[in-house]
């Protein structure tokens, strides 16, 4: 027992951790060593080590350096392999964006930024955030608390947080930002996004309960589950136009079922009848009733 951590090998090398990472070949040999810290980018087959100094060094899955890449104070690659291979780096106390042979994409000029993702860069300036383009385009402005990273390229609909720490959809098309704000959002993905309001109440009741749990949940967590612990989980529907399409909380397990629902409509809201019996139809094997007990509209499809 040589090291007390490990990584599989990839390529011709695999990293180890005993007083330090080192990254050794498949004879065993150490041909790296003395790392802080190590990342791994799957999209770019690139690794970087940060060397004892702070700075770090950039080689691939054959150990063969990357010497463009190197020596920077921070390093963030790609989220995806058919993101463009453009890599966000810090130099003192600047991030800027350099191609894989050193060439400058985007001047260092943001005190911080992410990796691509999407063909996307998310920025910062002066405690504020934006985002702009792999050609260096501004998308948004850096005025925002936050912001949710992009999951899918050439979107145009995206959330900020203002300083009420609630997230409004910014719709790029009209360049318009909502009135309403979310504390909880997820990212328009076919026209529609999963959002839970500020003053979301969820009932107590055995269908909420049961939209917890995926299906064939234990009698035993489904009867000792606290909803007030799960707010979070749920939310309401709505389309790029901000228009509520499920007037029932729904859970994150769920959304998919109830998003189905809505497309066979041809993309129209659900009625409060039709919300329920999807829901009640997905969460039916999480439960069940005392045969004495009377069951209230919202527990039963009829």
């Given at each position: 027992?040589?090291?007390w951590?490990?990584?599989d090998?990839i390529g011709d090398?695999?990293?180890?951790?005993g007083?330090?990472?080192?990254i050794?070949d498949?004879s065993?040999n150490?041909?790296r060593?003395g790392?802080?810290?190590l990342i791994?980018?799957e999209?770019?087959a690139?690794?970087a080590?940060?060397k004892?100094?702070?700075?770090?060094e950039?080689?691939?899955?054959y150990?063969?350096?990357?010497k463009p890449?190197?020596?920077?104070?921070?390093i963030?690659?790609p989220a995806?392999k058919?993101?463009?291979?453009i890599f966000s780096?810090?130099k003192?106390?600047?991030?800027?964006?350099?191609?894989?042979?050193?060439?400058?994409?985007i001047?260092f000029?943001?005190?911080?930024m992410?990796g691509?993702?999407c063909?996307?860069?998310?920025?910062n300036?002066?405690?504020?955030?934006g985002?702009?383009?792999?050609?260096?385009?501004?998308i948004i402005e850096?005025k925002?608390d936050n912001?949710i990273?992009?999951?899918?390229?050439?979107?145009?609909?995206y959330?900020?947080m203002?300083s009420?720490?609630?997230?409004?959809?910014l719709?790029?098309?009209?360049?318009s930002?909502?009135?309403n704000g979310?504390?909880y959002a997820?990212?328009?993905?076919n026209?529609?996004?999963h959002?839970?309001p500020?003053?979301?109440?969820?009932?107590?009741?055995?269908?909420?309960?049961?939209?917890?749990?995926?299906?064939?949940?234990?009698l035993?967590?489904?009867?000792?589950?606290?909803?007030?612990?799960f707010?979070?989980?749920?939310?309401y529907?709505?389309?790029?136009d901000?228009?509520?399409?499920?007037?029932?909380p729904?859970?994150?397990?769920?959304v998919s079922?109830?998003?189905?629902?809505?497309?066979k409509?041809?993309?129209?809201a659900l009625t409060?009848?039709?919300?329920k019996?999807?829901?009640?139809?997905?969460?039916?094997?999480?439960?069940?009733?005392?045969?004495t007990?009377?069951?209230s509209?919202?527990e039963?499809n009829y």
């Open positions: 027992m040589k090291y951590s490990h990584g090998f090398i695999a990293p180890v951790n007083d330090s990472w080192s050794i498949k065993g150490a041909v060593e790392y802080k810290k791994h980018s999209a770019t690139l690794w080590a940060q004892q100094s702070g700075k770090w950039v080689f691939d899955d150990n063969k350096d990357v890449l190197s020596g920077y104070d921070e963030k690659f995806n058919e993101d463009k291979h780096v810090k003192e106390s600047l991030w800027g964006v350099v191609s894989r042979s050193g060439e400058t994409i001047p000029t943001y005190d911080n992410y691509n993702i063909d996307v860069l998310i920025v300036k002066e405690n504020k955030w985002a702009v383009s792999i050609d260096n385009k501004t850096c925002y912001l990273l992009p999951s899918e390229k050439n979107s145009m609909h959330w900020v203002k009420d720490s609630l997230f409004y959809h719709n790029l098309n009209n360049n930002l909502s009135d979310y504390k997820t990212n328009f993905k026209g529609i996004a959002v839970a500020l003053n979301i109440d969820i009932d107590d009741t055995k269908l909420n309960k049961a939209q917890l749990f995926a299906p064939h949940a234990s035993k967590a489904l009867e000792e589950a606290d909803l007030s612990k707010q979070i989980a749920f939310g529907l709505i389309n790029e901000d228009a509520l399409l499920c007037e029932m729904v859970s994150s397990l769920y079922e109830v998003i189905e629902a809505i497309k409509k041809g993309g129209k409060k009848s039709e919300a019996n999807v829901l009640l139809n997905a969460t039916k094997e999480n439960r069940s009733y005392n045969i007990q009377l069951l509209d919202d039963w």
